[in-house]
């Protein structure tokens, strides 16, 4: 992305992401049940570890919108 290039809108990460995981979808569905328990592990311990970073981004968000007086539902 060059500096003249907006920010992709959230909507269209979740969109993106949701194709990505659709395509991935087979390929995990065939592995066995520990690697996707090790890995659903690991991706936990990474958001235990990240906890307080998510959690004041989450808070900037939270104000942002509320400046923005974006809806609650949102």
Partial sequence: MSLDEAAPSPESLVELAGRHAKLAAPAV???PT???NTAL???ADALLDQAEVI???NERDVTAAE???VPEAL
């Fill in 41 to 43: 592990h690991d991706v």
């Fill in 55 to 57: 959690l004041e981004a």
């Fill in 34 to 36: 520990s690697v996707k």
């Fill in 67 to 69: 400046r923005s007086r």
């Fill in 29 to 31: 569905a065939s592995l």
